[in-house]
């Protein structure tokens, strides 16, 4: 019954290759988030949905592109990975206002 | 925009240590929510408190405490009695009145035994 989940846990894939990451959440909450960490921790978001609209757009390539079929989930497809984006992508999920639940990270590793 | 600065990069303290890690934000909003996060070295990031920018009450949660100063914008965390698993990286966080979520760049403190 985990509350936010992501998978895979690890990806490991080369240069050029065409990935996708899934997150659900079962708390009913309105509105998922895109995380990235890198190396030095630092967390940024990347996109924000609320019921399924697009809320925040950070700047981030365009080869990066949130879907989300339903407001349960929100999906991550990266195209044409590069070396810098290897990092830890985390989902979130909260109500308005509320605290963020997060997964458990996916660790994207780039050859 | 939304800044939130976390100046202690890393913090070691000796176990039984009292600590605290500093948070200022800034913000033009009148309404905002402040938050930090624990994120220990299994990676996981867990929630620890959230405040909104009408309750400047602080908050004592065993031997975590949180004090907030709107005239210094400022949401400080305290660790009392430090032990060894309080060792993460600590991040403070600002939510506006959108719920765009900024992170500060986390403070790593290292509690030795």
């Known amino acids: 019954d985990t509350a936010v989940s992501q998978t895979p846990k690890y990806l490991v894939t080369q240069m050029g290759n065409d990935k996708s990451i899934k997150c659900e959440q079962n708390?009913?909450?309105?509105?998922m988030y895109w995380y990235k960490q890198d190396s030095k921790k630092f967390l940024k978001i990347m996109f924000s949905y609320n019921n399924k609209e697009l809320i925040i757009n950070e700047t981030v390539p365009n080869r990066f592109s949130p879907k989300s079929p339903d407001k349960a989930h929100l999906n991550l497809h990266i195209n044409s990975l590069e070396l810098g984006d290897s990092a830890v992508y985390f989902c979130?999920?909260?109500?308005?206002?509320?605290?963020?639940?997060f997964g458990d990270g996916t660790r994207l590793s780039i050859l | 925009a939304q800044k939130v600065t976390q100046a202690q990069t890393e913090i070691s303290v000796v176990e039984k240590e009292d600590v605290t890690l500093d948070c200022v934000y800034e913000?033009?909003?009148?309404?905002?929510?402040l938050f930090w996060y624990k994120q220990p070295p299994s990676g996981e990031l867990v929630f620890l408190i959230r405040?909104?920018?009408?309750?400047?009450q602080n908050e004592i949660s065993g031997r975590y405490s949180w004090n907030f100063q709107k005239s210094t914008s400022s949401f400080n965390f305290t660790i009392t009695a430090s032990q060894v698993v309080d060792s993460a990286v600590y991040f403070c966080?600002?939510?506006?009145?959108?719920?765009?979520?900024?992170f500060g760049a986390g403070t790593r403190l290292t509690v030795k035994p």
């Open positions: 708390l009913g909450h309105d509105t």
């Open positions: 966080a600002l939510s506006d009145n959108n719920n765009d979520m900024r």
């Open positions: 913000t033009r909003d009148t309404t905002y929510y």
């Open positions: 405040r909104n920018s009408f309750d400047e």
């Open positions: 979130a999920s909260s109500q308005i206002h509320g605290p963020q639940h």
